[in-house]
């Protein structure tokens, strides 16, 4: 099946600084990227749907200037927390799709704790 | 976006069938009926996932109502592995992949040994 990999898998940082966290799908050109938050005991909520060379579509509620998301190439989409808080702290999974199959590939998503 | 309702929990014991039911009253004739898990800790995982007729694959059988407006996961075989929330999902197919996945609070399956 299609692997979706992210790193750092876990991070603690201070707050005031900023975050950037990886994904990347390992064996297939991802068209879609999504971006999820999970607050512990909670469901996903996304934060935001990327495509490939364009600008991330944001939902709403999801501050574009401070969760930065990239997606350069089919393979790779960043997000970085700008200005940390500790609000923020949370488990952050991506998953990436191809538009002509149903199923997204989850990651295995990134802890960010920030102090 | 269409709506599911799941229980919150339910419970298990090992090696026998599990039944999780789903009920998408709103459903509408472009939304494929998707199953995802979460275990501890890890991003989810897909199930299967079906529009009309019942699907099997090798993790679990979906089977869907006739007027689709219910679903239910069958996992055959219980092991301590299939602990995990277990959410599903109405997603449209007009968009294809590019279709988000809007995650409901999902069912909290146990298995006991």
């Known amino acids: 099946g299609a692997v979706v990999s992210q790193h750092p898998s876990r991070v603690i940082c201070k707050s005031g600084t900023s975050v950037k966290i990886e994904c990347r799908s390992l064996d297939f050109q991802a068209t879609t990227m999504f971006w999820y938050r999970q607050f512990p005991k909670q469901s996903l909520m996304l934060m935001a749907t990327?495509?490939?060379?364009?600008?991330?579509?944001?939902e709403q509620g999801v501050e574009k200037d401070k969760f930065l998301i990239n997606h350069a190439s089919l393979t790779l989409s960043t997000l970085t927390v700008t200005s940390a808080h500790p609000e923020d702290s949370s488990f952050y999974i991506c998953?990436?799709?191809?538009?002509?199959?149903?199923?997204?590939?989850f990651g295995p998503g990134t802890r960010l704790l920030v102090l | 976006d269409a709506k599911t309702t799941q229980p919150n929990s339910m419970e298990s014991n090992e090696e026998e069938p599990v039944h999780l039911p789903c009920n998408h009253s709103?459903?509408?004739?472009?939304?494929?009926i998707h199953w995802y898990r979460q275990l501890p800790s890890q991003g989810p995982e897909y199930v299967i996932h079906g529009l009309t007729s019942n699907v099997n694959n090798r993790m679990a059988s979906l089977a869907i109502a006739e007027d689709r407006k219910s679903s239910t996961l069958i996992l055959h075989r219980a092991t301590l592995r299939d602990a995990a929330v277990y959410y599903c999902i109405l997603r449209s197919r007009s968009q294809g992949g590019s279709e988000k996945l809007v995650f409901g609070k999902g069912t909290k399956l146990t298995v006991n040994p």
């Open positions: 709103t459903i509408s004739g472009t939304d494929y």
């Open positions: 998953s990436a799709s191809i538009w002509t199959t149903e199923t997204q590939y």
């Open positions: 990327s495509n490939e060379g364009s600008k991330a579509t944001y």
